[in-house]
């Protein structure tokens, strides 16, 4: 199962594994920090104490079709439907990647593309998910925002 | 151990349904808890044509399978893992977060991704880790969108980890809050 884009802000990721249903392994945490990072503490009734507080798994660990009782738009949150603040982070995100410069596009062989009335062909740029996910310091990534613009161009120019 | 041999499949699985969906572990229950050999031919002899009844009946069971498992695909059922067939294929530790913190067990030939392993095991697929860059443990964030799907992370491709990355990446970035539902008002599925 993937996610998709409804209002496209990150640039497509392609696996380079095409078969990566062949190579998979499990996990456990061997540490109490590890445990609890994947556990959560939840409080149940009892009928000798008021309540029991528990640790669950606030997720399964193992394959399960519970996602499948529900209609997939169950999933989604509408910008209606969210609070002031998301909408104003939904909003500085818009923003954030409408400020990106458009990119020029260009024939294979270097020249500009021209529209019919003679101008530059531009496309939009997006964040480049690829090259975000795999930096070792995304944050300083962002901070070198001219570099990160720099690396946008010149995968465009490929693709 | 009569009384079940001599029911219908349908009784039995009303019994004990997690018998029913696999008679092989069923059967190997039977072998170890009867111990008295004698016993057991007899029951062999005597019980034969009920036994080639609930045997016939396998095509409905694997129906009843295929209909249980209709959520999850064929490839999926069928792939057994390449770390647990050939001992050659190397799997990086240090890529999937501390070694002090987690560790990789190998699956069995008979596991699949979407089988049910012993508490604690999470089933993951090596890209997420090699590809995406993704390190353990989870984010309470990535947690949260786990827990809103009700998906196990290995349901979601190795794609979505990169998205969920990137997500929090551009937020920190913002310094704007990591929430679910603003990541659902960007992603559908």
């Known amino acids: ?159 | 151990m009569f009384v079940v041999v001599t029911c219908s499949p349908v009784w039995v699985a009303a019994m004990s349904p997690e018998l029913f969906e696999n008679p092989f572990v069923w059967q190997s229950d039977l072998l170890v808890s009867e111990r008295d050999e004698c016993e057991f031919l007899g029951l062999i002899l005597l019980h034969f044509p009920l036994l080639g009844l609930i045997m016939a009946s396998d095509s409905g069971r694997d129906s009843d399978a295929a209909h249980e498992h209709f959520w999850i695909g064929k490839e999926t059922l069928e792939t057994v893992s390449l770390f647990s067939t050939n001992g050659a294929v190397k799997i990086s530790r240090c890529l999937i977060g501390r070694k002090e913190d987690w560790e990789i067990i190998l699956p069995t030939t008979s596991g699949r991704v979407c089988s049910r392993f012993s508490a604690n095991h999470i089933p993951m697929y090596e890209a997420v880790f090699q590809e995406v860059g993704f390190n353990l443990p989870f984010s309470p964030f990535q947690a949260s969108v786990f827990e809103w799907l009700e998906l196990c992370p290995s349901q979601l491709r190795p794609d979505s980890f990169a998205y969920m990355m990137a997500f929090e990446s551009v937020c920190r970035f913002l310094r704007l809050p990591t929430t679910r539902e603003l990541f659902f008002a960007l992603f559908t599925i």
């Open chain 1, 1 to 159: 199962m993937s996610f998709r884009q409804r209002t496209v802000l990150f640039k497509a990721f392609t696996s380079e594994a095409t078969k990566f249903q062949t190579r998979f392994s499990l996990v456990r945490p061997r540490t109490e920090v590890a445990l609890s990072s994947v556990l959560k503490v939840v409080e149940r009734p009892h009928e000798d104490v008021r309540v029991v507080k528990e640790r669950m798994p606030p997720f399964s660990f193992c394959w399960t079709k519970n996602h499948f009782k529900h209609e997939p738009a169950m999933f989604r949150h509408s910008y209606l439907g969210l609070s002031d603040r998301n909408k104003t982070s939904f909003a500085r995100m818009l923003e954030f990647v409408g400020s990106f410069s458009r990119l020029e596009v260009v024939a294979e062989d270097g020249s500009s593309v021209l529209d019919s009335r003679g101008n530059q062909v531009t496309m939009a740029c997006f964040i480049d998910t690829r090259y975000l996910v795999l930096s070792k310091d995304p944050l300083n990534l962002f901070g070198r925002f001219d570099l990160l613009l720099f690396f946008l161009c010149l995968t465009h120019a490929f693709y």
